[in-house]
């Protein structure tokens, strides 16, 4: 029975893990998507004001 | 035994919660109602040893500088081999516990020396940065990244990895070199503003 | 003001060349633009985070403090590959730099330490590989390479720490040529009696 514990709460924390590491990718990944995509923009529109 | 939700997945509602409130801290009102009170200490921390040196003696401040680049390459070593090992594209015939576990040490001390030489450098301008977006941006990041390194990533690497979802571990190892490489990005940044 | 007949001559060669290549449309479109020049620099800057990081993590191998269960070879093999891809966009950015401001960077003691430098690393890295190979099956899977071998990686890490400090260096303007400049700082500077460009 013990064993059984045992064996269970390793599962259910690996997969708390896995999922809080989904989350925080998922979000760390969208993040730098549409950070880098606004520096880029900006960037742009800059130079596009400078230089036409 | 049963387990509540809550428990079964504390960390998960753990990172999920720190995640809303950083968003709520830093584009939300909260930052705007702290923010004047943190003007003082950033006045005083120019009055410390760190800032009266960082200020007057620029060779000193540019040295340090310096170094905290050199730490900045050897943190940069142990993510990519790491996080890289992990996605497959460097090291692949060495085992990956073997990198992680290795890289580790590296990476601690020279988060270390990245840490104290950059609290140094921010005394020397900490009038300057206080109004610099960018330097709260970086400090946003570092936060995010040392907190997903100890609390997400390497507990997570800790395990067998050919156990877990691969697309899991590829997500954080990606995630792990996007943070760090923004981390370093919005630190050179700071540089060309104000 | 210049120790020799032949570095005056050697000064006054570089000097027109950057001057040359100051005048070229691109030199001030580069460094004059917006953002262009704060990319390249930051580029320049943050692949030190994939050259470096992977020579560091080579060299500190070689001591003993990284990873001293993988086999030493096995490392400097593979790491070799992301380290000259760090190393050649560093080149590629680092010749934009020169080239945005090329009679000041010709005229930085810090430039100058730092380009002798990287000749010496150039040497170093040959000895070093050369020194590897000829020797390297008989303490591969050892945790620290033999003296000579470290002391190859120790020298690397010295010499790319002070490259590293140097190039930082370039960017103040302590011994920049002035059209005073003199003395011994002036001379290794290569700063020109009368020179009208800065």
Known sequence: MSENTTVKDDETKKNDDQTAALIVAQTFIAFSAIYWFLQIESVRELLQLAYG | ?194 | MNGTWEGMVLNEFVYNIAIWLDDTQWSTLLHESYYMYAWVESTHVLTLMVSLGMLFLIDLRMLGYALPDVPASKLAERLNIPMLIGFTVMFITGILLFYAIPVRTTQSLWFRIKMVLLVACAINAYLFHKRMNESVSSWDNEPRAPSRIRMGALLSLGFWSIIVICGRFIAYDWFDCRPDSAGFIAVLSGCIDGQTRF
């Open chain 2, 1 to 194: 035994m049963p387990v509540s939700f809550f428990s079964a997945y504390s960390r998960t509602i753990a990172a999920s919660a720190v995640i809303v409130l950083s968003i709520w801290v830093f584009y939300g009102g909260l930052s705007a109602a702290v923010y004047p009170g943190l003007l003082g200490f950033f006045e005083w921390s120019e009055t410390t040893w760190f800032g009266v040196i960082g200020k007057t003696w620029g060779a000193a401040f540019a040295f340090i500088e310096a170094i905290h680049l050199i730490a900045l390459a050897v943190l940069g070593g142990s993510i990519i081999a790491s996080d890289g090992r992990v996605l497959g594209l460097v090291l692949t015939d060495v085992s990956a516990r073997t990198v992680i576990d290795r890289t580790h040490t590296l990476f601690a001390w020279s988060l270390a020396v990245l840490l104290f030489t950059g609290v140094f450098m921010a005394c020397g301008v900490a009038t300057k940065i206080y109004y610099l977006q960018v330097f709260w941006f970086k400090m946003l990041a570092l936060g995010a990244g040392m907190l997903f390194h100890y609390f997400i990533r390497k507990p997570l690497y800790q395990y067998d990895l050919s156990e877990l979802n691969p697309v899991v571990v590829k997500m954080t190892a990606v995630s792990s070199l996007l943070v760090w490489f923004l981390v370093a990005a919005a630190g050179r940044w700071i540089g060309y503003s104000g």
